[in-house]
C-alpha cells in the first residue's frame, strides 16, 4: 500500500527538549515536505525537498532542521522546541513538482 | 503574500442537496489548483485537482476554475452526512512548484 508514514502520533516534551519526528514513503517520490497546521491559519510549509540532499526553507523554518539523507526519508529536528511550536504536523510527498501531494497520518505536538 | 481565502463556514446544508464551497486566490500566476477533505484529527485527503479553466467532474464532486477571476469552487452534488468535514483548497503559486498555499478551511455539516 502506497502511503506516507509519520512516527510518533502524539507527542507531548518539554522546552528545550530536542525531539525527532520521523517521516518516511513507499512511493519512491522526489519531493517531500513538511507541513504545520494551526487553527484559522490552515496548512503552512516549514520545509520541502527535492531531492536527496537538497532541502530549502518554506514559510516558516525558523526553529526547524530537517535532512535527507535518503531518497525515503525526510525527518524534522527540532533542535530547542518552544511553545510556539504546539501545532499539528504533516509530511507529504509528491511524485513530480506540481502534482498532489500525499500526507502522512500527522504528528500532535505539545511542547509545554 | 501570496494568499488563498475561504469562507471558515459552517456551511450547513441539508443532505440531498448540493453543497457549493468557495475559494479566491490572490496570486495571477497561479497554474494548479486542489480540493482536500479533511476530517478532524485526520490528514488532508485529495478530492479534486484541476488545471484548466472550465468545469471537471468526478462522481459527486465537480471543481469549477476561472483563473481571470482567481476563482475556483468545488460542488458536491447529493450531499451525504459523510461528507460533513473542512474543506482545503490549495493552490500551487507562480513559481513555486515544490509547495502549495492552503486556504484555513471550511467546514461543512450535512444534516439528516
Known amino acids: 500500500e502506497a502511503q506516507v508514514t509519520q512516527n510518533p502520533r502524539y507527542l507531548i516534551t518539554v522546552t528545550g527538549k530536542k525531539l525527532t519526528v520521523t517521516c518516511s514513503q513507499n512511493?519512491?517520490?522526489?519531493?517531500m515536505s513538511w507541513y504545520r497546521q494551526d487553527p484559522g491559519l490552515g496548512l503552512r510549509q516549514i520545509y520541502y525537498s527535492m531531492n536527496v540532499e537538497v532541502t530549502d526553507k518554506g514559510d516558516v523554518p525558523e526553529g526547524y532542521k530537517v535532512s535527507r539523507k535518503e531518497k525515503r526519508n525526510f525527518p524534522l529536528i527540532l533542535e530547542s522546541p518552544s511553545p510556539n511550536q504546539t501545532s499539528l504536523y504533516f509530511c507529504?510527498?509528491?511524485?513530480?513538482?506540481?502534482?498532489?501531494?500525499?500526507f502522512g497520518n500527522g504528528t500532535r505536538l505539545t511542547v509545554t | 503574500q501570496k494568499e488563498v481565502e475561504q469562507n471558515s463556514g459552517p456551511l450547513s446544508v441539508p443532505e440531498g442537496a448540493i453543497a457549493s464551497l468557495n475559494c479566491t486566490y490572490s496570486?495571477?500566476?497561479?497554474?494548479?489548483f486542489f480540493w482536500y477533505r479533511q476530517y478532524s484529527g485526520k490528514s488532508p485527503e485529495l478530492i479534486m485537482f484541476i488545471y484548466s479553466n472550465g468545469d471537471k467532474e468526478d462522481g459527486r464532486f465537480t471543481a469549477q476554475l476561472n483563473k481571470a477571476s482567481q476563482y475556483v469552487s468545488l460542488l458536491i452534488r447529493d450531499s451525504q452526512p459523510s461528507d460533513s468535514a473542512t474543506y482545503l483548497c490549495a493552490v500551487t503559486p507562480s513559481g513555486g512548484y515544490n509547495k502549495l498555499i492552503f486556504g484555513a478551511g471550511t467546514r461543512l455539516a450535512v444534516h439528516p
Open positions: 496570486d495571477r500566476g497561479s497554474q494548479s
Open positions: 507529504a510527498s509528491q511524485g513530480q513538482s506540481n502534482s498532489p501531494l500525499h
Open positions: 512511493m519512491n517520490h522526489e519531493y
